[in-house]
């Protein structure tokens, strides 16, 4: 198989996307280290994998290609070279640059089939496993009140943060919290390793290595030359311009970004949670991120001569207006606006919708008057059961990384 990928759109069909099941890592949060991890509860697995099950079959019914970030990372780690290469940089990363138990992690884990190893990894080592002999190292009371050697990986469900797909290139995300700073080597691996895109000589417009912080989530691809990006708790201004910079001067096709500013906190952590695409000329909005009069601070940057052309915008609707040249807007309030159902709804993703295809989308059956406002809107509404995965602070759009879409 030879895949291809492009993302133009938001909502044009989606027909390859990446998805990663929960797994053991879920099992791995502790009340102690639940808010170092980004969790705001535990969920309950065995409920949380049927809730994803459910997720991927109605992309699969509705012609989407579902690829998993396990399998991928198996077909990998089968060559020996490539497996013992990302030993060693996951291993790194975790804080074991170069030492007794840097080596006693990389014999034990490159004994363990690629499938073992991968699940092992995303689960989080324990100290245990290590055996006694290494209690006194000195690297070892660093990690002395935690249970984990190497930490779980409980946030790599939302494989939307590891990267955007923005025209024919890659952004690989440089993640914010040192919790989810490991990820990124998934999709690096996947990308460059893999034989369904090694052919693919993808420009890449952010590495994982890259100065600046960016995040998925916070990477909305309007149409095929304007693209909108959050500066919010995850991704920097600089990282946006240097995104912008690397788009313009690399026949991108893009030209335009715009970007917005939201609030820095945990529940609107990423533009995807507060904003997304639903139709060529609808979106969800929660309404708290303007200002009373209606107000947000945005700019829209342009190549120009010099550089960088700025426009400063403070309407939300102006500015889709007049890059995406819409007459005519309709923004979908969260939980209609209501001052306890927007706020509420918000927490549980209700803005948070995946679209599959112009004016249809996916979102969490429990924001039921976000989806009841979508539906009054002429949207079509999939909705999946929500108790557990929503524990992890994302929804649909959180949980899926489009690789393909079809042009609009
Ligand atoms: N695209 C998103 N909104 N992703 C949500 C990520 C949630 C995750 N617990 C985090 O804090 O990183």
């Given at each position: 198989?030879?895949?291809?990928?492009?993302?133009?759109?938001?909502?044009?069909?989606?027909?390859?996307?990446?998805?990663?099941?929960?797994?053991?890592?879920?099992?791995?949060?502790?009340?102690?280290?639940?808010?170092?991890?980004l969790f705001d509860d535990i969920p309950y697995l065995?409920?949380?994998?049927?809730?994803?099950?459910?997720?991927?079959?109605?992309?699969?019914?509705?012609?989407?290609h579902v690829l998993y970030l396990d399998d991928l990372m198996t077909d990998i780690l089968k060559n020996k070279t490539i497996k013992s290469n990302f030993l060693?940089?996951?291993?790194?990363?975790?804080?074991?640059?170069?030492?007794?138990?840097?080596?006693?992690?990389?014999?034990?884990?490159?004994?363990?089939?690629?499938?073992?190893?991968?699940?092992e990894l995303m689960a989080g080592i324990r100290k245990g496993l290590l055996g006694d002999e290494l209690r006194n190292l000195r690297s070892f009371p660093e990690v002395d009140d935690n249970p984990f050697i190497m930490a779980p990986m409980p946030n790599l469900y939302f494989t939307r943060d590891l990267a955007a797909i923005i025209g024919k290139g890659a952004s690989i995300s440089k993640m914010t919290f040192r919790a989810r700073q490991r990820e990124t080597l998934f999709i690096e691996y996947i990308l460059k390793q893999h034989p369904f895109f090694a052919q693919d000589k993808i420009p890449y417009w952010h590495q994982r290595n890259s100065q600046t912080r960016i995040e998925g989530g916070d990477v909305l691809v309007l149409n095929e030359h304007v693209v909108a990006v959050g500066i919010s708790q995850r991704t920097s201004a600089e990282a946006i311009e240097a995104l912008a910079d690397k788009l313009f001067k690399n026949n991108s096709g893009y030209d335009t970004v715009i970007a917005l500013k939201i609030p820095c906190n945990h529940a609107m952590m990423h533009l995807d949670t507060v904003f997304t695409m639903v139709n060529y000329d609808q979106f969800t909005v929660y309404p708290d991120i303007m200002?009373?009069?209606?107000?947000?601070?945005?700019?829209?940057?342009?190549?120009?001569?010099?550089?960088?052309?700025?426009?400063?915008?403070?309407?939300?609707?102006?500015?889709?207006k007049d890059t995406l040249q819409l007459d005519e807007l309709d923004l979908i309030y969260t939980g209609a606006g209501d001052?306890?159902?927007?706020?509420?709804e918000q927490w549980n993703d209700g803005s948070n919708t995946l679209t599959i295809a112009p004016g249809e989308v996916v979102t969490y059956n429990r924001n039921y008057i976000s989806n009841?406002?979508?539906?009054?809107?002429?949207?079509?509404?999939?909705?999946?059961?929500?108790?557990?995965?929503s524990r992890g602070r994302g929804g649909p759009r959180c949980m899926s990384l489009p690789l393909l879409r079809e042009k609009i």
């Open positions: 198989m030879d895949l291809k990928i492009e993302i133009k759109s938001e909502i044009g069909k989606l027909k390859v996307v990446l998805l990663k099941q929960p797994g053991k890592e879920i099992e791995n949060i502790t009340p102690v280290t639940m808010h170092g991890l065995p409920e949380a994998q049927k809730e994803h099950e459910e997720f991927a079959a109605i992309l699969r019914q509705n012609g989407t060693e940089e996951i291993i790194t990363a975790s804080g074991f640059a170069d030492n007794l138990t840097h080596t006693a992690l990389k014999t034990y884990l490159n004994s363990l089939e690629p499938r073992k190893m991968i699940t200002q009373k009069n209606q107000e947000m601070d945005i700019w829209v940057l342009h190549p120009a001569d010099a550089g960088i052309e700025y426009l400063k915008y403070s309407s939300l609707e102006r500015v889709l001052e306890i159902a927007a706020p509420r009841d406002l979508l539906r009054k809107h002429g949207i079509k509404v999939h909705e999946i059961s929500s108790s557990e995965l």
